[in-house]
C-alpha cells in the first residue's frame, strides 16, 4: 500500500522516440518542468539545436506520461 506522498509525487517520463526523433533519450522529473528542462538540455547538446521551436515544446509537453510504478 502506498502512503499519500507516493501517489503525488509521481514520476513523470518522455522520450525522443515519443515525439518522432530516432534517439534514445529518455527524460524523467517531478514535473512537466523538470522534464522540459531535460529535453532542452538535450535538444541542445545531442541534436545541435540552438532554438527549440514552440511547436516542439507542445509536443514534449503532449506527450509526457506519468510513468508506470
Do not use: W, Y
Not at 518522432?20 to 524523467?28: S, T
Not at 528542462?37 to 538535450?42: L, Y
Not at 541534436?47 to 506527450?63: S, Y
Amino acid at each position: 500500500m502506498k502512503n499519500l506522498s507516493e501517489e503525488i509525487s509521481m514520476a513523470k517520463t518522455v522520450s525522443c522516440r515519443d515525439v518522432g526523433v530516432d534517439c534514445d533519450f529518455v527524460a524523467r522529473g517531478e514535473t512537466d518542468e523538470d522534464i522540459l528542462q531535460q529535453c532542452t538540455e538535450h535538444a541542445r547538446k545531442d541534436h545541435g539545436m540552438t532554438e527549440i521551436p514552440a511547436e516542439l515544446v507542445d509536443k514534449v509537453r503532449g506527450a509526457i506520461r506519468d510513468e508506470a510504478a
